[in-house]
């Protein structure tokens, strides 16, 4: 499957941006999804998961109650709502999917993950 990331920008601190990921293909919702940021000289980190069928999410505990995903299988697509971004949100962000996932399963942990978008870049000025 190919990812496609999009919505990424410049933005306030306290400011919202969504961000979209399309994936490619049929069978989107056979596929966990995740969001994942990385900044200069940081590690990828993980941000948020949902399960196949969006009912169940996993958050950083650095985004709860500011970052809300979720999906639509419709479309294959999967979203990142993020609200009260604060500067320390500034990264690259990538989304990416697990083949083959159980139904229920969210993941955290990026060598879990088959696939990956490209990255669509969040800068969040003070």
């Known amino acids: 499957v190919q990812l496609q990331a999009s919505g990424g920008g410049l933005v306030q601190a306290g400011g919202s941006l969504r961000l979209s990921c399309t994936a490619s293909?049929?069978?989107?919702?056979?596929?966990?999804m995740g969001w994942f940021r990385q900044a200069p000289g940081k590690e990828r980190e993980f941000v948020a998961a949902?399960?196949?069928?969006?009912?169940?999410?996993d958050y950083t505990d650095f985004v709860k109650g500011r970052f809300t995903i979720s999906r639509d299988n419709a479309k294959n697509t999967v979203y990142l709502q993020m609200n009260g971004l604060k500067p320390e949100d500034t990264a690259l962000y990538y989304c990416?999917?697990?083949?083959?996932?159980?139904?229920?399963?969210?993941?955290?942990?990026?060598?879990?993950?088959?696939?990956w978008g490209q990255g669509t870049q969040v800068t969040v000025s003070s």
């Open positions: 949902i399960n196949r069928s969006g009912r169940s999410t």
């Open positions: 293909g049929r069978t989107f919702s056979s596929y966990a």
């Open positions: 990416a999917a697990v083949s083959g996932a159980s139904f229920f399963v969210t993941f955290r942990d990026p060598h879990e993950y088959h696939y």
